[in-house]
């Protein structure tokens, strides 16, 4: 019974940190971050009390077919002169959470690595539309005839971008607290598309914070 109470209250407090982003006019959390609240309860991982210049960054990995809200949490915190990672793997079953373990990274997590997500906008991530955009782009496909020297008649159109889909794989969730701020991030196969179309600059950027936190850990670990 004490189990239930503390996760009513857990997502009373939750609902509560909501209700206050929403009144400041930062950024309300998608329908789809919902699902992890109870998930970061269960775990006591709480809502971040932070202060001015201080961050939170969660990244959740979630895996096509696999059981559970994720399967890998990321934790990285920026407080003051004081920098920490940690990584949570999730089991689940059917309609429950079996087990969770969280993992320490290989080795100290200093303002370096900060620096290099920093320098990646970690922050302030781009939208995912704006690569979908890229991956997906408008064909045009109109023609139009035209008169050549000679007489002879050609009929042109505009170039067919190469679209690219891939619907199984797996998804991060980024969530971005701050003092007074609150974004929300979202991207589908990140990698898998960067390997499709590597010139689109912000799948690198998203590819690179991805692969220099998941380098801190042993492939062991996972």
Sequence with gaps: MST???WYVGLFIGFKVLWNVHASGMQPKPLSMYRFMGLANKIGLKPPMLK???FEVRIWNQKSFQYGEAQILYVLTSHRDRFGLVKYVF???KKRL???KKLKPDKPVTDSLWYQLAQQDILALPDESAIESQLRPYHDTSTWVTVEKDSS???RG???EKSVWILDGESYYFEVFGQDSYR??????PKSYLHAKPQITQLQKVVCILNSIESRFLPSSK
């Design 52 to 54: 001015s210049g201080e």
């Design 4 to 6: 239930m109470k503390g």
């Design 158 to 160: 505009h170039k067919r």
């Design 91 to 93: 089991k689940s079953g």
């Design 98 to 100: 079996k087990s969770s």
């Design 184 to 189: 929300t991030y979202t991207y589908s196969n």
């Design 153 to 155: 008649i050609s009929i």
